[in-house]
């Protein structure tokens, strides 16, 4: 993967509570959901939708030179996301006492599993084989794993103990419409939202490579971000020659030195993924979960966006003079999922997409066998 050296950090605070959108919104007349759930963190065409915001009102900057937004399609032409050359994946940074930062990445997929002893080859050496008593043998053996354990998203950092996601992100749930007998007190409603809540002393982070030129971005302010038009305290500034300009350095490869397997390499996702189908069926040994993606796509130059009556044949959204065009719904590996292959070039081919690295998905460690003698 292509080290990228980044100019700018931007920390992300939350007011007060939060709600990022995702496949559980209430929906429209046509298709009603009574439970909204918010995402626990922002995906990364959010922060690129926020950097474009920010840069679109910045002094020497403005809509002529903050390029297009993010579409899947970005392969098929050559990406202008104007002074935004590319932003790294989400992490979570928080202050000690002395305010101090420590820089939180994601732990990996098999994390309980991984603390005691890895994933192994299979004596058998063959991908599936029968034995004396008629079993199947899979390729490779996970023996502390067990299914019906709940996985628990965790994050990591130099130095520390794993966190819980749980324990970082809190969600609260707030009652919509409320329903209400006569000569009763109102308790229930007939729509729930599920909202999100930092716990203090933890902050959103990403680093931008930005080509400022004459422009200037705001050290610090307060903007709305997400679908609830949450408050937000926005810090961006420029990081110095002391700091770690790559996210493999603030997130460096000994923190998964426990994923590392005999005879396979294996790629560790450190941000959401989109990959081929058949060459990832063709991988040895995944263990990976999948999330839901959407994008919307708006010019250049767009001032403000006036919603209005969504055209589900074309998704299509009409407004005062505005299109905006929501994307269809795209699975990705999730961050955190482990891929394993025999060849370094199978995973590089697989996961090496520019267009999807430059708004910081598809970045990954690749970690070297245990034995130096694969191929």
Not at 93 to 110: E, H, I, S, V
Not at 125 to 142: C, F, M, Q, R, V
Not at 267 to 293: H, N
Request: proline fraction near 5%; aromatic fraction near 10%.
């Amino acid at each position: 993967m292509t080290r990228i050296e980044y100019t700018h950090l931007i920390t992300l605070r939350p007011i007060d509570v939060f709600f990022f959108g995702s496949e559980r919104t209430f929906g429209n007349d046509e298709l009603v959901n009574y439970r909204a759930e918010t995402r626990l963190y922002p995906q990364q065409t959010t922060l690129m939708g926020l950097l474009r915001y920010i840069g679109y009102y910045a002094e020497g900057i403005g809509p002529k030179k903050i390029g297009c937004s993010f579409t899947v399609d970005s392969f098929k032409r050559e990406s202008n996301y104007g002074v935004i050359k590319a932003i790294s994946p989400l992490f979570f940074r928080k202050y000690n006492d002395q305010k101090k930062p420590t820089d939180f990445g994601f732990a990996p997929y098999l994390r309980v599993a991984l603390t005691k002893s890895p994933p192994k080859v299979n004596e058998l050496k063959a991908e599936y084989s029968t034995g004396t008593d008629d079993n199947w043998h899979p390729l490779i053996e996970l023996p502390d794993y067990i299914a019906k354990d709940d996985y628990e998203v965790s994050l990591v950092a130099v130095a520390n103990e794993p966190i819980d996601l749980s324990d970082v992100v809190k969600t609260d749930e707030r009652v919509g419409i409320t329903k209400q007998l006569e000569d009763t007190e109102k308790s229930d409603g007939f729509y729930k939202q599920k909202m999100g809540r930092l716990v203090p002393g933890f902050s959103f982070a990403f680093m931008a490579k930005l080509e400022l030129g004459k422009g200037k971005i705001p050290k610090k302010q307060v903007i709305k971000v997400g679908a609830e038009k949450a408050l937000f305290s926005v810090s961006c500034k420029e990081i110095d020659e002391k700091e770690s300009k790559t996210y493999t350095d603030r997130i460096p490869a000994d923190l998964y030195d426990n994923c590392r397997m005999e005879e396979y390499y294996v790629a560790v996702l450190l941000s959401d993924a989109f990959v081929e189908r058949k060459p990832f069926e063709r991988l040895a040994f995944t263990a990976a979960g999948t999330v839901d993606f959407r994008h919307l796509h708006t010019p250049s130059g767009v001032r403000k966006n006036n919603w209005g009556k969504l055209d589900r044949s074309s998704n299509i959204v009409l407004g005062k003079g505005t299109i905006i065009q929501q994307s269809k719904k795209y699975n990705l590996l999730s961050r955190g999922s482990l891929l394993t292959s025999k060849s370094r070039q199978d995973l590089i081919k697989l996961l090496d997409q520019h267009h999807w690295q430059t708004i910081g998905c598809n970045q990954y460690h690749l970690l070297d066998p245990l034995k130096s003698n694969t191929q």
